[in-house]
Every structure is written in structure tokens, then in C-alpha cells.
């Protein structure tokens, strides 16, 4: 879904386009206007890579985890280690799977920090300007369906960010 955000001077402004905006015709999905004040902008996870990152880790995980824990079953049936025969015959391969099902949590939160999202620039730019003061409205459309950018010419904004396409 095309995403923009657009940079404005002040509260009229910003408040003046997000409501233009929503009385257009197109069809919208989201229209926010975000103030230099307060935390909003970290409840939006399209601004904020913390979130971004989180969500990433809980979807690697879910694929991560049964698949080391697999691999800790197998790994402990192949080799033939002791390690853990105090435990007995079905104890040892299943503290292999728990160790395995770990290490898979593990590459989870190493993989999710890992990779960086094409966004990061313009968010980067975007938590910048909020933090100089400046208004955001944020506008995200249906796939195929571009922004009114007349009506957003006619605003004046201070800059424009398009984030790629999610």
C-alpha cells in the first residue's frame, strides 16, 4: 500500500490537509496527523522500527522455534551423546529439542535486528522533523490508488516522504 507523509509547518496546516484529505473522494485507508508533542508517532508502526523489528522477531519465531526444536531431537538421536542420560530415554532428546527450540529464539531476535527496512531513511527523516517541531500527516491508499497530489500541492508542505510500498 503507497504510503506518504507529509511535512507540515503547523498545526492549522497539517489539521487543514488531513481534513481535505478525508473529504475526498478516493478512497483512503489511513490519514493520521501526528504532533511534534506527546508519543503518538510511536503507536504507528510504520514510524517506528522498534515495532517493525518486534513484529519481524514474533514472525520468525513461530518458524524458527519447531524447526530447532527438530534439529535438537535429531542432532541428539544422530550423535549418540550422553549428555543429558540422567534424564532417560525420552528425557535426553526432548532437553535436545528445548535447547534446539532456544538457539531457535535466539536467531529469531539475531535475525530480526539484523535486517534493515527500506523505510529506515525516510522514517529517520520523518522522526527528525517532528522532533524540529513540524506537523506530520501521514496518508496511506489502496494498492493502485495514488494520493491526491493536487490537493497536497495546494497545502504547500514543507516536504514530502513516500515510504515504499508495504
Keep these: 500500500m503507497p504510503v506518504s507523509v507529509m511535512?507540515?509547518?503547523?498545526?492549522?496546516?497539517a489539521e487543514g490537509l488531513s481534513q481535505q484529505l478525508r473529504e475526498t473522494e478516493l478512497p483512503i485507508l489511513k490519514?493520521?496527523?501526528l504532533s511534534p508533542e506527546g508519543d503518538e508517532i510511536d503507536q504507528v508502526e510504520l514510524l517506528n522500527p522498534n515495532?517493525?523489528?518486534?513484529?519481524?522477531?514474533?514472525?520468525?519465531a513461530r518458524w524458527l522455534m519447531p524447526f530447532g526444536f527438530m534439529a535438537g531431537v535429531?542432532?541428539?538421536k544422530i550423535t549418540n551423546?550422553?549428555?543429558?542420560?540422567?534424564?532417560?530415554?525420552?528425557g535426553e532428546p526432548l532437553i535436545g529439542g528445548l535447547l534446539g527450540m532456544g538457539s531457535g529464539l535466539m536467531g529469531s531476535y539475531a535475525a530480526a535486528a539484523s535486517v534493515d527496512s527500506d523505510n529506515d531513511a525516510g522514517v529517520r527523516i520523518l522522526r527528525n522533523r517532528r522532533d524540529e517541531g513540524q506537523w506530520l500527516v501521514l496518508l496511506e491508499t489502496p494498492n493502485g490508488i495514488d494520493a491526491p497530489w493536487q490537493l497536497i500541492?495546494?497545502?504547500?508542505?514543507?516536504?514530502?516522504?513516500r515510504l515504499n510500498d508495504l
Design 7 to 13: 511535512v507540515m509547518a503547523d498545526q492549522t496546516s
Design 31 to 33: 490519514c493520521l496527523t
Design 51 to 60: 515495532l517493525t523489528r518486534q513484529r519481524r522477531q514474533k514472525a520468525m
Design 74 to 76: 535429531t542432532f541428539t
Design 81 to 90: 551423546l550422553t549428555t543429558f542420560a540422567s534424564f532417560g530415554p525420552w
Design 153 to 161: 500541492q495546494k497545502a504547500r508542505p514543507q516536504q514530502v516522504v
